[in-house]
């Protein structure tokens, strides 16, 4: 595979904390206009994965995206190369609006920005936010309160969050827990309208439904390694896959 | 029916104004082993926290030894014998492992201390070292020993396999299950193995979206697995 | 050599003052998760207590006092002392400390340093600012030892082994004593603490009363040689938050040995700076400066290694209402403000002004600690280096008003860039402890420095602009309306330009920053350049407030800035709403020597009283409402409101984001 391909294409990536070895030597590419989902039992290295690519953790391996090296840099350089992530957590800021957690990736201070404050006429990105609200299903909530969400639509301002700044590849930790079925599958269709537009997401979750409807691809991680790479109907009899969910294998599943 | 040492009646908990579970209903008797089974973010880890005092109930009624549950009686509950191995393991790193031993009353540490060790018989040789500088599956066995010492009446355990290899967790879970039938006191376990935890459980109660969804006994569901699988996955194969 | 010995021997007394200080820190850090910037002052009181039996026979309680017939003696006036002290702990502990363990950070370095303010105040009240003489009691007739050209006395050295003796008790109280074990394990992990049936509350109130007891023995200890003194024991915590740095805020035993040998280099330093090669500009506070550096040192080598407390933090910080500009309102308090400032006179004309000036260095803190959150008590420095540049300037070079005062802030901007600098790496009560050293440093290295400010002061010129005079002063006329207005002008440019970045993309930036920094740079938020900007824009509005407040003295005085002008304006910052202009403004009124404490000292003479009702109240307001007094209001109402409607709890989420919503609409900031 060619580096200069458009897309994210994180190679041997390796995190090490203390002696523990949490990701071990895991490559995965996340195409434009794809779906990828990462799963995987709880410790399995999912979360520093995420935070391995994005710089917010020590890691051996390459990111590339875009065909750009983002290795070695800054997390905030990255996100502003493309590559946007969400948080398991939420993280919002939550004592902002809705509207002012997508303005704060939608306009980053740089250099001028202290003189654009004091001295220039604001633009107005009421239009954009909104944009942005409405792909993930809170368009007209720009005024609530971020910290008076439950958790599942915190995510769900994350993900508009991460699209503000203007993103190739979104990085979606567990966005739908918190969410229940039916929103689920509403939240799969929304993704699908994201990736329509040309973006990739690589998506984290548990709600193993919601990744076999929803991803193009599937990559299976356990103990920091990767056990199995291919498509949802793969995935679904895959013997090694329903140990790593359930412990060993139950006999006579129904998978 | 032997004793029972925990009766939780409709307990609604959670974190703000949210509730992250409604209506659970559990019983536990001495010498009895139930596990708690759900996906990620089904309420297990809340509801272990709701029955010991660390989260406040906001309906429903716990009663654990006959003390009414409660936020910030955790200490209380403690001393009387309801004790929790939490999912951070509750090991304090700077601290070594026979300095967590001696943080259990002397009394009862005196009893127990033999076979404590007896069961775990790798944590005898690193009395000295900081738990900080255990591997995962010490830390573990460090938890778990240091809670057997304080002689528990209802052992809770949350998430044993986090982080560990299941073999870790197939050969210390047969030995608490036992120890509890022997000495009679209930375990209540939270555990993402599904099978090595049935496998020394009397019954399980399966939680979704913070609701119970299933409970039965631990050989029925062992004898019918889809049940589980089909609490964990949803209607998959439909 | 001998000479050298000789100073060292001498600084042992400070020495170990500073390893008990640094001992009590650390017990009181690693029980509660609290910096205990009051350590000195709560040391000092049993001292005090101690030297007034001795001399007056009067025992002194914090209110009220019992008379002895005749002196009560050593051991009797001893005990008691020492019990004075475990009241002193235990009140402090379970009146201010306990009620913030679960609050954010920032509510705990002010509560810790609320109490620091009220114990000085009282100290201050009730037995006088004078340095009071404590008699030898330890070996006071046994001859001196000479070794070797050493003149020792017996005294330093039995001093020396009572400390190095007790501290090794509480090095035994942690290691080996359940109690003192479980203090370890709750600092590591508190829940897991509870979950094996300790109570961290006593845990902590056991911590606090040995804390104390060792910090009070010091300082009987050290008061026959040093004099007690309310200024200089409270500040004594300095030196000591240097050296709790350097023991990783967890080793008894380096706190204990390196304690006693700063005592002894500040002692070798002394003589040094006495010698004619030592560059006479460099000679004052230089003892001052060596704590600053260490801490710096300390901070840059293992700082963001230093142990965090594993404890439950739950609440926030105050709510932020991005502000608006209305022109309308606006422009009426403008016209207000000018008409009282018109129709008021000499005090009361000089008061309202210097409210006004006081009102931008609360801004600073509440662009620095409010906006960006980060906890800096060095503003006051930064509006004294501006300050004294101001005076230089003055006189030698003639840039006109307007600029020279830009010229000025902008040279405290530099100082608060070099001082930003640890913020990068540290954060919280460490941040509070770097900022506190360098404000001490300033303080005694700058403006206390005769060699750069003569004691008479630097005068200050009248600012004028196209002819015009806009002095203070003008024959008999001490608060002229033309320099009152001339200030007027000044806020009001200031408040505009704050909300303008408040409500700009930067303000945004800092409140992401303040919330979440990791949060923050996953939105592309360069997280130091932001850091770095907030920073730099508080230390330019100290420093206009520090040319102002030169101006409005007409010299420049070291006294305008001192640390507890600092801590002051902090508290009456947090006590006005740290997050806010309109804090800002009644944090000028409630500031020294702005509004109110000229109504104040014109029916009652105030004195000391001020400080002390301001540290009582700023207790209160930290413990009743830690995450500030408009954010708990507006949540309070919105639970209240959602509780009484549907009761479905899938509603009550949905009301509350609605009845937050509504707030917002209702937000009724304005300019």
């Not at chain 2, 309801?82 to 009893?111: A, K, N, W």
């Not at chain 3, 008699?135 to 006395?153: H, M, P, S």
Request: aromatic share 8%.
């Amino acid at each position: 595979m060619s580096e200069s391909q458009a897309g994210l294409h994180a190679h041997g990536i390796t995190v090490r904390y203390g002696g523990v070895t949490a990701v071990e030597h895991v490559s995965i590419s996340v195409l434009p206009g794809q779906i990828v989902g990462l799963i995987g039992p709880n410790g399995a290295g999912k979360t520093s994965f995420v935070d391995a690519i994005t710089g917010f953790a020590q890691a051996e391996g390459s990111v590339v995206l875009d065909g750009r090296d983002l290795t070695g840099l800054k997390p905030h350089q990255r996100r502003s190369a493309g590559l946007a992530r969400t948080w398991q957590a939420g993280e919002l800021f939550s004592t902002m609006t809705i509207e002012e957690n997508v303005l704060t990736s939608a306009a980053p201070p740089g250099a001028a920005t202290l003189f654009r404050d004091i001295f220039l006429r604001r633009p107005d990105r009421r239009a954009t936010v909104d944009g942005h609200l409405d792909v993930v299903g809170l368009s007209g909530r720009a005024e609530v309160s971020a910290g008076s969400l439950t958790l599942g639509q915190q995510k769900l301002v994350g993900v508009a969050r991460a699209l503000a700044g203007g993103a190739s590849i979104l990085l979606l930790d567990e966005p739908a827990a918190g969410l229940d079925s039916n929103e689920s599958l509403e939240f799969a269709d929304r993704m699908r309208r994201i990736t329509d537009h040309g973006a990739g997401i690589l998506i984290i979750d548990h709600d193993v439904d919601l990744m076999i409807k929803a991803c193009d691809l599937i990559y299976v991680l356990e103990f920091g390694k990767l056990i199995f790479q291919g498509t949802p109907s793969e995935m679904r009899s895959d013997q090694r896959v329903i140990a790593a969910y359930l412990g060993s294998p139950i006999e006579g599943g129904a998978a | 029916m032997s004793e029972v040492l925990l009766q939780a009646t409709g307990v609604t908990a959670g974190y703000g104004l949210v509730p992250a579970i409604q209506g659970i209903d559990l019983t536990l008797r001495a010498g009895e082993v139930v596990t708690l089974l759900g996906p990620n973010g089904a309420g297990k880890t809340t509801t272990l926290l709701a029955l010991t005092g660390l989260l406040p109930i906001s309906s429903g009624s716990v009663q654990a030894l006959g003390i009414p549950v409660k936020a910030g009686r955790a200490t209380k509950l403690s001393r009387a014998g309801t004790i929790l191995v939490p999912d951070d393991r509750g090991v304090f790193p700077d601290l070594t492992v026979s300095e967590h031993f001696r943080l259990v009353d002397s009394r009862r540490r005196r009893e127990r201390m033999a076979r404590v060790l007896d069961a775990f018989p790798a944590l005898a040789k690193l009395t000295g070292r900081r738990a900080g500088l255990l591997s995962g599956g010490e830390q573990q066995m460090l938890a778990i020993a240091k809670s057997l010492l304080a002689g528990p009446r209802i052992l809770m355990v949350d998430e044993m396999s986090l982080g560990l290899a299941p073999i870790i967790v197939q050969e210390m879970l047969p030995g608490i299950a036992a120890l509890a039938r022997e000495e009679g006191f209930a375990v209540l376990l939270v555990e993402q193995h599904v099978a090595i935890a049935l496998s020394v459980s009397d019954r399980a109660l399966v939680l979704s979206q913070g609701r119970p969804v299933l409970e039965d006994s631990a050989a029925a569901l062992l004898a019918d697995p889809s049940r589980v699988e089909t609490a964990y996955f949803g209607a998959v194969s439909a | 050599m001998s000479t050298y010995l000789q100073f060292a021997v001498f600084g042992l007394s400070l020495g170990v003052l500073y390893a008990a200080l640094a001992n009590g820190l650390i017990m009181v850090y690693r029980a509660t998760g609290i910096i205990n910037f009051a350590m000195g002052a709560m040391a000092m009181w049993g001292g005090y207590v101690y030297a007034f039996l001795r001399k007056e026979s009067v025992l002194y309680l914090p209110v009220g006092q019992v008379y002895f017939p005749d002196d009560p003696g050593f051991w009797l006036s001893l005990i008691l002392a020492l019990a004075s002290s475990v009241l002193v702990s235990a009140l402090v502990y379970f009146l201010a400390f306990r009620p913030v363990r679960q609050a954010p950070v920032l509510a705990q370095v002010v509560v810790s340093i609320a109490v620091m303010l009220t114990l000085q105040a009282l100290a201050l009240i009730r037995f006088g600012g004078d340095t009071v003489r404590v008699d030898r009691f330890l070996a006071a007739d046994a001859d001196a030892w000479k070794i070797g050209g050493v003149t020792i006395e017996p005294q330093t050295v039995w001093f020396t082994v009572i400390v190095v003796v007790l501290s090794a008790l509480l090095w035994a109280y942690l290691r080996f004593t359940r109690q003192g074990m479980a203090t370890r394990a709750a600092a590591s992990n508190e829940r897991a603490a509870i979950l094996m049936g300790y109570s961290p509350s006593r845990l902590a109130a056991i911590a606090m009363i040995l804390a104390g007891l060792i910090a009070t023995v010091a300082v009987l200890l050290t008061a026959p040689t040093t004099g007690l003194n309310p200024v200089s024991y409270t500040l004594y915590v300095v030196p000591a938050l240097a050296v709790m740095l350097v023991a990783k805020m967890s080793s008894i035993g380096v706190a204990t040995g390196f304690g006693i040998a700063l005592g002894a280099f500040q002692s070798i330093l002394a003589y040094l700076v006495t010698q004619s090669w030592w560059p006479e500009w460099a000679a004052s506070g230089v003892d001052q400066v060596v704590p600053l550096m260490i801490v710096m040192i300390a901070l840059l080598a293992f700082g963001n290694k230093l142990p965090a407390r594993g404890s439950l933090q739950t609440m926030r910080l105050p709510d932020v209402d991005i502000p608006r500009i209305r022109p309308v309102s606006a422009t009426v308090v403008f016209v207000v403000a000018a008409a009282l400032l018109a129709l008021s006179q000499d005090e009361w004309r000089f008061g309202l002004t210097t409210s006004l000036i006081m009102t931008v260095l609360a801004l600073s803190y509440v662009i620095v600690t409010g906006y960006l959150g980060q906890i800096s008590l060095v503003q006051v420095a930064f509006a004294g280096t501006s300050g004294f540049v101001l005076s230089k300037f003055g006189q030698d070079v003639g840039i006109p008003f307007p600029i020279v005062v830009v010229v000025c802030a902008l040279t405290a901007v530099v100082v608060g860039l070099v001082v930003a600098l640890p913020a990068l790496r540290i954060r919280g009560a460490q941040l509070a402890i770097v900022t506190l050293t360098a404000a001490l440093a300033i303080e005694r290295f700058v403006f206390n420095n005769y060699s750069l400010t003569p004691a008479e002061g630097n005068n200050i010129g009248a600012p004028q602009l196209f002819g015009l005079d806009f002095g203070i002063r003008q024959g008999p006329d001490v608060s002229r309306l033309a320099f009152s207005w001339m200030v007027l002008v000044v806020v009001a440019v200031m408040v505009l330009v704050f909300v303008r970045v408040a409500s700009g993309d930067l303000g945004r930036a800092f409140l992401a920053v303040r919330a979440n920094e990791r949060a923050a740079a996953s939105a592309g938020i360069d997280v130091r350049m932001t850091k770095m900007t907030g920073f730099a824009l508080s230390a330019f509005f100290a420093g206009v407030a520090g040319c102002l407040i030169g101006y409005s003295h007409g010299q420049l005085s070291a006294s305008s800035f001192t640390v507890f002008v600092g801590l002051q304006i902090l508290a009456v910052a947090y006590l006005g709403g740290i997050t806010s202009w309109g804090g800002a403004v009644v944090a000028g009124m409630l500031a020294p020597l702005g509004l109110v404490h000229t109504v104040i000292d014109h029916f009652w003479t105030t004195g000391n009283t001020y400080a002390l009702v301001a540290g009582l109240l700023l207790i209160l307001t930290a413990i009743l409402n830690p995450s500030g007094i408009a954010g708990a209001t507006k949540h309070q109402i919105a639970f209240v409101r959602a509780h009484r409607g549907r009761r479905q709890p899938g509603a009550v989420a949905e009301t509350a984001a609605e009845i937050d919503a509504n707030a917002n609409r209702e937000r009724t900031t304005s300019v």
